[in-house]
């Protein structure tokens, strides 16, 4: 990225195919639209063209690039007034291939994880999905949603914890 | 180390996030707890079973977007390079004064400076001009007076008394005295054959008595006039302007034993109002 803030622009398209899935599935697994999903990824990446100049060569990009992302579904929902929900009607349409048995016992399927992913706290899901999905550290968590890093422990414990409690509630529906 | 606090620790314990005297602890602590140990089983699980949730992957349309724009973006750059309008650092009048406002600002600048020349030039001109102005206005007088003078002359020659008598009124319009038009006149007053353009004449050469000359034509041609009416209206003219050197020419022209009565009396009544 500093390759790229000093002038080599060139350089993002490297990190735009590293990262670019990554954020389409982050926005996914939070809200499941996709069409405003893929709205989100380009309008990140547009930004970060916009303001490479702001990006700081001691950080990391991935810390600043979901920041960007926040914004982004920030200003969104600012400006259409309301958060983005997320879907699980779509979810259970697409995602409904049982796991093997063979791979853990207790659970049954994908469509009952995701259901269960949906009912956490957006707070919940979003730290879940950033710490196990987009592999950031606790701290670089903590710095991006200005907390400590003691607060996001927590909070993936917990979220881990609602999303068992979750998925048998679903389970013995 | 209690249960609580290796629950805290358990899912960086399964992410191999701690350092090493932690992981330590918690490694000892589930080797003697049951429960923590099947925790830690279940959390570990879980963690790999989130694995499992599809990894979905966005439309072409994505990329194909996002390459049309780093395109256009990396394009503008070469341009910026190639042209030199990106400078890597401002200046202090470029922080003062942003690009817009520098060019606007130069923009006045260059048509002040123009409006100032040109005023300049503008302003240089009328020096010369009233030379120029005076001359031509100069030239102009005198071509006005030349065809004046011409007009009156040849109005004077022509055949037609009426003409001649529009040629007198011509003399009017001739400012001050033009001597080729006096002239003319006093050629009229003694030759003309029409006595109105002959009274015309002496009415017209009135306005020069204040000229010598023009008086001793006038006291030479007045005794030879024959008709009464010139005569009358001289000897008015000369009592008029009071011009008592005309007593001579009055007395001289009583001797005329041809004179007119009227004439007569009027010559002596205008002695002694010259006299007295």
Not at chain 1, 72 to 90: L, M, N, P, S
Not at chain 2, 145 to 174: C, D, F, P
Request: glycine share 4%; charged share 25%; with cysteine.
């Amino acid at each position: 990225m500093i390759q790229v803030r000093d002038g080599e622009l060139h350089q993002l398209a490297l990190l735009f195919e590293r990262h670019h899935v990554a954020l389409y599935n982050y926005y996914v697994r939070q809200a499941s639209d996709r069409d405003l999903s893929e709205d989100f990824v380009q309008e990140v990446f547009l930004r970060i063209i916009k303001y490479r100049h702001t990006f700081r060569g001691e950080g990391e990009f991935l810390p600043w690039m979901y920041h960007i992302a926040r914004n982004v579904q920030i200003d969104h929902a600012r400006k259409w007034g309301r958060e983005t929900k997320y879907d699980e009607e779509t979810h259970d349409q697409i995602c409904d291939d049982p796991i093997p048995d063979d791979h853990v016992e207790q659970l049954q399927n994908v469509g009952m994880l995701q259901k269960a992913l949906a009912k956490l706290s957006p707070e919940k899901r979003e730290v879940l999905i950033l710490s196990r999905y987009q592999e950031m550290k606790y701290s670089a968590i903590a710095e991006l949603l200005g907390c400590t890093v003691e607060v996001v422990k927590v909070r993936v414990h917990r979220a881990l914890n609602d999303l068992r409690k979750y998925y048998f509630q679903i389970a013995g529906e | 180390m209690n249960n609580n606090h290796v629950k805290e620790f358990l899912l960086e314990y399964i992410n191999k996030n701690l350092d090493n005297q932690t992981e330590k602890s918690v490694r000892l602590h589930l080797a003697s707890c049951e429960t923590c140990r099947k925790e830690c089983e279940s959390l570990s699980n879980w963690w790999s079973a989130l694995e499992q949730l599809p990894n979905e992957k966005p439309s072409e349309a994505v990329r194909e977007k996002f390459y049309k724009v780093l395109q256009k973006e990396i394009e503008a750059q070469q341009q910026l390079k190639t042209y030199g309008y990106q400078k890597p650092k401002r200046s202090w009048f470029e922080f003062l004064f942003p690009q817009p406002v520098a060019g606007r600002l130069a923009f006045a600048l260059v048509i002040l400076v123009l409006g100032g020349l040109i005023g300049s030039l503008i302003k240089q001109e009328p020096k010369s001009a009233p030379i120029d102005d005076k001359t031509e206005l100069t030239q102009l007088h005198e071509e006005v007076k030349l065809m004046n003078r011409l007009l009156t002359v040849s109005l004077l020659q022509q055949q037609s008394a009426s003409e001649r008598l529009k040629g007198i009124s011509q003399s009017y319009r001739s400012e001050g005295s033009d001597p080729e038009i006096t002239v003319a006149l006093l050629q009229a007053l003694k030759y003309d054959p029409n006595v109105n353009v002959r009274l015309a004449a002496l009415d017209a050469l009135s306005r020069n008595l204040n000229q010598t000359d023009v008086k001793q034509e006038l006291f030479e041609t007045l005794p030879k006039q024959e008709s009464p009416l010139v005569q009358l209206t001289f000897i008015d003219l000369m009592v008029q302007h009071r011009e008592k050197s005309s007593v001579d020419i009055f007395r001289q022209m009583l001797k005329n034993p041809g004179m007119n009565k009227s004439v007569k009396q009027r010559i002596e009544q205008g002695i002694l109002e010259l006299n007295s």
